[in-house]
């Protein structure tokens, strides 16, 4: 389980494939204390650490993984949001997220309002009733407040750390993100279809 407060970027320094998988190894100020069998949310898909250096790590995607997520768009150079998962006896600074993404969205807009940053996301209108306004979604594992929401769009306001702490500042129109949509929204809108879309 994470909380959308990403703690550090990381830079891909390379790929490779195995049937349908992908393997990435990563360069991050992160991997010197990371260890083999630890969670990480990479711009909020949560992976699995399979070997560490001083300096890098290796972590692998199935397929399940890259059909659902953006990572098959990650290149060399590639600057992605990590966070580790949240100690039992940690603060929940953003909101409950679970490293399982739910479907790409895509940049439709980015608006820099001197001092802070506004992006807008548009999404399959399939998830349209799981975001509600003033809600919590995580945009590339970052925790984020939505507003102005429709069927299939939203925006998101950034401030200046979250803006230079993560690889938000380099979505432009166009750019692909994963999202992940409140965790306790999921559960509300199933019972709902059990209650009453019998």
Known sequence: MFTGIIEATGVISSTSGSGTNKTFQIISSLSPELKVDQSLSHDGVCLTVESVTEHTYQVTAIEETLSKTILS????????????????????????????VDCPATCIQ?????????????????????IIEKGSVAVNGISLTCFHVTNNTF?????????????????????????EFDLIGKYVERQYNIAFKR
């Open 73 to 100: 768009e990650w290149r060399p150079g590639s600057r992605i949001n990590l966070e580790r998962c949240l100690p039992f006896n940690g603060r929940l600074d953003g909101h409950l997220v679970q490293g399982h």
């Open 110 to 130: 980015r608006e820099n309002l001197a001092g802070s940053w506004v992006f807008r996301f548009e999404f399959p209108e399939s998830f349209r009733n799981l």
């Open 155 to 179: 925006s998101v306001a950034i401030i200046p750390y979250t803006y230079d702490h993560t690889n938000v500042r380099d979505l432009f129109p166009g750019s692909l993100v994963n999202i």
